[in-house]
């Protein structure tokens, strides 16, 4: 005789360890590990549980034995958490094509698995500072330029020139010019610029490039939030006084971020830089080096990857899968290629990398790592300009 | 913005609502355990902290500051009191005077009286006080004097000395200008003023804090009327039998009116507003509270775990919420490790409106699973775990808006927020495990033959949830595991095979991958009996 097992209230009638087996109503459950019955009116049906997320900020010495909520004014609550909001497991979405602009070509070149790369665009101008919000933005030649993935269109004047950074922010890009200290944030939607106050940033370096949280690095580390700006994150570690900051990454969890440095003085004294960890309110030093300047870092879920410099001719690729413990990945120069002329951007795109660079060997590269080989490889080149970056749409 | 303390290791903590930590002072010579669970009661502003520390401490939160709950021992020396200058003071009076200490005009701690000095009698002269007694205990700093009236039997404040070093005193103040309201001096010590005791629990309840000690556990004490450090030895109730047992008082459930009292196998309730009606009555003859922790208030219901599972009590008496649906998870050694109910603690997520009991998985040390009791619908979901970390102890606290926000203390120290919108445990995959009932088709003898399973889920952007069927009797072994596409919707899979039953196990561990089941089909055609 045929028949249908039909169970539409599962979980409704949670777990029962009373009833044997046979006797068990559809909605029971013999057990439910982590499951949970959406609490929405309307919603049913049988979901795993919502997850726990760590707030505190550094750990307390020992087991929280006991705990009691104090229901009277903190005299003194702190700051809020820096959130840097990374996403889990500390990859960057690995959405969208991957976009590398040429300036000398003018070309734009596109890629949708990071291995077969074609022109799109060949622009009148040379873009220079790729962004990301909304669509590809271009900033060269003194305009800024939408690109949407086949024609570059809706160009606007940019105010202090061509910027030398730009990241995305929740609503916004922002553009930053290093060697006036201007800080301009750019609406998409309507096109228009808006000046940003950095009061005291001075000797800014670098822009903060995790998830949606905007952050500026100069002797010390300001954030921007309801449109001022905070610096709850100048806590130096012993070593690193008076070092730059350059590009700051998150990985792990939402509060651990790393950052890396390079000293002030390069160019007029020894190089010196490292990488230094903020879990959760306090920096610490993970790497350290003498020799090394580190210029650029980007996180992928399984490791974070750091570009050193040395005075020589030296430049590695370091990795770390804990943040603590560094190796080399690959030695660009001297044995990749005989010298690496300039050092370009990191981007992370689900969990390869990719490195912008100029090199005595194939030119003006765009380098790849394979995440599943581990390996590093030309991945397109250009004979003419370095790309600026490797963006995403 | 509200803030929390925690007990973590030896140490005392102040949390901000921003997750931030600060270390909080304990006074000279007190330490605390990690042996023990430090509890907490709020009275007037300021906060009772004992049984994890060496005495009972109290913390000032206006300035986070702590202080010694009580100053012992009182005064021991006698003063001597003699005829002074001429003075406009005639009459006979007694003298005693107090240790204190004190914040500005606040008197913060106050031991008990001194020995009687007096009676003295003078005309028209003041009094000379010498040999005022002075405290060893260097957080006193103050004491205050005290006076009758003219061959009166009460005492009022005559002055306070604002030092712990001054000897003497002259007295010239007329009656009329003494305290306005005469003294009476309730303070006596709670367990917990030196090693020999503890309070191991307390509870505010009706402007007073109420606890019991190790040493006479049957004993319920309570203070003064708004007064922490106010313990008269002639405050306290008998919650009965007495002397049966060595834990005594296992539990506070303060509910509107009542005050719960739990012993292992009872439960009591304190009706009264003051000292004059104070009453106990018994609620519940062999239902009482194993674990003190494991004892929350929702909505004047108080949830409780007991001998063979949980209980609540409320204005309609006390009922099992377990017994009908759970019952082995608490009466066998099957689930969790029993041995170790004691140490169970639990919260309400108000978001699910669940209470959550956290308990040892069977064999383990630690308290490492958790099972929800769906107050809405009363039904049971777990046990649950994260493999995180391994939680501590829960409790109920709440964010920088003042929303409530269920929260879980962990081994490595820091504090985890629950109901968070992502499926994720702060990085760590959650294990999503869940196994249904035997499918029979109403018929459990004839064999069976389960079609091609259809499943309806949620859709998700990507992923694939793991179902494991098992086919064949009660003691079927699991099949070959089919992958459902979490971001069809619905999907039709294999056949499942031939026996009597059919149970399904779904199982998704993936980090940030959300899974919500709708339902699901299965087609069988009844093959016969065998």
């Known amino acids: 005789m045929p028949g249908k097992s039909n169970n539409y209230t599962l979980g409704e009638y949670g777990v029962n360890r009373v009833k044997s087996p046979v006797h068990l109503l559809d909605g029971e459950l013999l057990s439910a590990q982590n499951a949970e019955v959406p609490f929405e009116k309307g919603n049913r049906g049988l979901r795993k549980r919502s997850g726990l997320r760590r707030f505190t900020t550094v750990a307390a010495p020992g087991a929280i034995l006991s705990m009691s909520l104090i229901p009277l004014t903190d005299p003194d609550p702190g700051l809020p958490p820096v959130e840097i909001e990374v996403p889990p497991g500390g990859s960057l979405p690995s959405f969208g094509d991957l976009i590398a602009p040429f300036a000398g070509t003018g070309g734009v070149r596109r890629s949708v698995d990071g291995i077969t790369w074609s022109t799109y665009v060949v622009s009148a101008t040379a873009p220079c500072v790729p962004t990301l919000q909304d669509a590809y933005w271009f900033a060269s030649g003194g305009v800024l330029s939408r690109f949407d993935g086949v024609t ?28 006036i200290l201007g800080l301009e944030r750019f609406n998409p939607s309507s096109g228009a610029f808006t000046t940003m106050a950095a009061v005291g940033l001075g000797n800014a370096t670098a822009m903060l490039a995790v998830g949606s949280v905007f952050a500026f690095i100069g002797t010390s580390v300001f954030r921007l939030s309801g449109g001022a700006w905070i610096n709850d994150m100048t806590v130096w570690p012993v070593g690193f006084t008076d070092h730059r900051g350059t590009k700051l990454v998150g990985f792990e969890s939402t509060l651990d971020v790393y950052l890396s440095t390079q000293r002030d003085t390069f160019g007029l ?68 290629f005989a010298n690496v002329v300039t050092i370009g951007r990191m981007t992370a795109w689900g969990n390869d990398v990719f490195f912008t660079c100029s090199n005595s060997g194939a030119g003006h590269s765009v380098l790849r790592r394979n995440a599943a080989t581990g390996t590093w490889a030309i991945a397109d080149f250009d004979f003419y300009t370095m790309p600026s970056a490797v963006g995403f749409l | 913005m509200p803030f929390y303390l925690i007990h973590a290791g030896t140490t005392l903590q102040k949390v901000s609502v921003f997750g931030n930590l600060t270390t909080i002072a304990l006074p000279a010579g007190v330490t605390m355990v990690d042996t023990l669970r430090a509890r907490f009661a709020i009275l007037g502003r300021r906060i009772l902290i004992t049984n994890a520390v060496s005495e009972n401490i109290v913390l000032d939160p206006n300035t986070m500051t702590t202080s010694l709950l009580s100053v012992s021992p009182g005064p021991a020396a006698t003063m001597t009191a003699a005829v002074g200058a001429a003075s406009s003071l005639s009459g006979t009076f007694r003298y005693v005077v107090t240790f204190a ?118 004993k319920l ?137 956290h308990l040892p998985a069977a064999g383990s040390s630690d308290i490492d699973r958790w099972v929800s009791y769906d107050t809405r619908r009363r039904i049971w979901l777990g046990p649950h ?18 929303l409530m926000l269920p929260i879980q203390g962990s081994e490595s120290g820091h504090l985890y927020r629950e109901n968070q919108t992502t499926f994720t445990d702060d990085g760590t995959a959650i294990d999503f495990d869940v196994y249904t009932k035997f499918h029979h088709g109403n018929a459990p ?20 949830l793991t179902i494991t069927p098992a086919v064949g009797g009660l003691d079927a072994s699991a099949g070959a595991a089919i992958a459902h596409d979490l971001t069809l919707g619905r999907q039709r899979l294999r056949r499942l095979g031939t026996g009597r039953f059919c149970q399904l196990r779904f199982r998704q561990a993936v980090n940030n991958q959300g899974a919500q089941l709708y339902g699901y089909e299965i087609p069988f055609h009844e093959l016969g009996r065998r």
Not at chain 2, 385 to 402: F, N, Q, R
Not at chain 2, 454 to 460: F, M
């Open chain 1, 152 to 179: 570059i269109t809706d160009t606007y004047p940019l105010p202090l020139g061509t910027p030398t950074w730009a990241n995305a922010s929740a609503d916004s890009t922002y553009l930053w010019w290093n060697t």
């Open chain 1, 269 to 336: 004294g020894p190089l010196e830089g490292g990488i230094i960890e903020r879990d959760g309110g306090a920096w610490t030093p993970v790497y350290t080096s003498g020799t090394y300047r580190v210029l650029d870092m980007a996180a992928t879920s399984e490791a974070i990857y750091a570009i050193a410099q040395a005075s020589s001719i030296d430049v590695l690729i370091l990795r770390s899968t804990d943040g603590a413990t560094w190796t080399t990945d690959v030695v660009l120069a001297p044995t990749m």
């Open chain 2, 101 to 218: 200490i004190m914040s500005g005009a606040t008197v913060l701690s106050e031991s008990a009286f001194s020995a009687v000095t007096g009676p003295i009698t003078v005309t028209d002269t003041s009094v000379n006080l010498a040999g005022i007694p002075t405290s060893g205990d260097p957080g006193v700093n103050a004491r205050l004097l005290y006076r009758t009236t003219d061959n009166g039997a009460d005492y009022y404040l005559v002055t306070t000395i604002a030092d712990n070093v001054t000897t003497t005193y002259t007295d010239s103040t007329l009656d009329y200008d003494l305290g306005l309201l005469p003294v009476v001096n309730e303070n006596g010590d709670p367990p917990g003023v030196d090693g020999t005791d503890r309070l191991k629990l307390i509870v505010a309840w009706k402007d007073r804090v109420w606890g019991a000690g190790v040493l006479e556990p049957d």
């Open chain 2, 221 to 357: 004490r309570f203070s003064g009327l708004n007064k922490l450090y106010a313990w008269s030895p002639a405050s306290y109730l008998s919650i009965k039998p007495v002397g049966q047992d060595e834990e005594g008082i296992t539990g506070f459930a303060p509910r509107r009116d009542e005050l719960g009292v739990f012993k292992r196998y009872s439960l009591w309730k304190v009706l009264g507003v003051d000292e004059s009606d104070f009453r106990v009555i018994q609620v519940a003859e062999a239902v009482g509270c194993i674990a003190a922790d494991s004892v929350v208030i929702i909505r004047d219901t108080a949830y409780f775990l007991a001998a063979d599972g949980v209980y609540t009590w409320n204005g309609e008496g006390v009922q099992p919420i377990s017994r009908d649906k759970v019952h082995p998870w608490f009466t066998t050694d099957t689930y969790f490790e029993r041995s170790l109910f004691p140490q169970a603690f639990a919260n309400w997520n108000p978001l699910y409106d669940t209470y959550e009991l």
């Open chain 2, 385 to 402: 775990k994260t493999g995180a970390y391994t939680p501590t102890y829960a409790g109920l606290m709440e964010d920088e808006d003042s």
């Open chain 2, 445 to 464: 003898d004839i064999d069976h033959y389960w079609g091609e399973l259809a499943i309806i889920s949620k859709i998700e952007s990507a992923g694939t």
